[in-house]
Nanobody, 126 residues
Framework: QLQLVESGGGLVQAGGSLRLSCAAS????????MGWFRQAPGKEREFVAA????????YYADSVKGHFTISRDNAKNTVYLQMNSLKPEDTAVYFC???????????????????WGQGTQVTVSS
């Protein structure tokens, strides 16, 4: 079992920045592709960004491309989401997740992820 704990959420004004962190424990973190998803009230959970287990490949939703950056530090068992130029529509609970299978390529589908954190709230005021 892989345990994930997010931190770094909060309230920020539009145009501001936040950096989310996700600390992993329980299994070999570096073997897993990781992702960030978000869920706004009344909406389905949606893909935000993903990074391969080695960190060499990343992918972003069109809505955040150029504004968000996903990265990982395998020595610290942590994945990050740097969020810049935040907009009110970025308001959501952000979830960190790990792919269900080790050594697999990153995925955009939440069905491919088996381990989830509890989420961290990000609120962007206008």
């Amino acid at each position: 079992q892989l345990q994930l704990v997010e931190s770094g959420g909060g309230l920020v004004q539009a145009g501001g920045s936040l950096r989310l962190s996700c600390a992993a424990s329980g299994r070999t973190f570096s073997n897993y592709a990781m992702g960030w998803f978000r869920q706004a009230p009344g909406k389905e959970r949606e893909f935000v960004a993903a990074i391969s287990w080695g960190g060499g490949t990343t992918y972003y939703a069109d809505s955040v491309k150029g504004h968000f950056t996903i990265s990982r530090d395998n020595a610290k068992n942590t994945v990050y989401l740097q969020m810049n130029s935040l907009k009110p529509e970025d308001t959501a609970v952000y979830f960190c997740t790990a792919h269900r299978v080790q050594w697999m390529a990153l995925s955009l589908s939440k069905d491919e992820y088996a381990y989830w954190g509890q989420g961290t709230q990000v609120t962007v005021s206008s």
